[in-house]
C-alpha cells in the first residue's frame, strides 16, 4: 500500500503565495519516509485538489492522507475540502484517502505562536 | 511601559471560527506574562484591527505586538494588515506597535504538520 501526503491549502492570487507551500510541501518530503509527498490548492492555484488526488494515484498511492493546511474549521475545511476527497474516493474507489485534523486543531499551535514572538 | 499582544486573524462568517480565535487567545495569555493579551478581525468580525489595538490602548498597553494569524505571505499579510497598524499608529503616536513575522514563516510549521500527522 504506497502512503501519500496530500498538504491542501486555500491558494492565492499571487504566485509567491502558492510557491510558499510549494517550498513547504519539499521541506515535508524530506521529513517524511513516504515518497509521494505533494500540494494541492482548493482554489486560485493549481493542482486542484481532485488533479493532485488524481496524479498521486497516478504514481502508485493507495493510501493517501489529506492534510488540511487551514487555521480554522470554516468552510473550507468543513465542506469544500471534503467536498472534492468524495469526488476523488468516487474516481478512484481502490485508494484510501483519509483527511487529518486542520493545522489549527493542534494544541502545539499556542507553541508555535509563542516560539513567533521569541524571534 | 505596558506590553501587549495583538492577534490578528483573517475573520470568519462563521462564529464558531472566530470562537477558535477567541480560545486560542485565552490559551495565550495564560501561558504569557504581560497581561495585555487579545485578538482582533481583519474583516468579517468584530472587534476590527483597529477597535482591538485602541482597546488595548485603552487598557493601558504602551508596546503593542501585532502577530498576524496567517499561512502565507498574501496581500493581507504584505498590505491590509501593515495599513491598518498604520492607522493606529497615526492615532496612537505614542504607543509603539511592531508587527511580528506572520505565523506561517515560522520555520518550526513543519514540525507542527508532522505532529498534526501523527495524531
Known sequence: MAEALLLVAHGSR?????DEIRVL????AARLEIGLVDCAFLEL????IVS?????????ARNVTVLPYFLVA???VVTDVPAEIERLRQAH????????DYL??????????????SK
Open 14 to 18: 499571487r504566485e509567491s503565495s502558492n
Open 25 to 28: 510541501t519539499r521541506q515535508l
Open 45 to 48: 492555484a493549481q493542482p486542484d
Open 52 to 60: 493532485g488526488g488524481h496524479d498521486l494515484v497516478a504514481r502508485g
Open 74 to 76: 470554516g468552510r473550507h
Open 93 to 100: 474507489p481502490d485508494v484510501s484517502f483519509r483527511i487529518a
Open 104 to 117: 489549527g486543531s493542534n494544541d502545539a499551535m499556542v507553541d508555535l505562536i509563542l516560539a513567533s514572538l
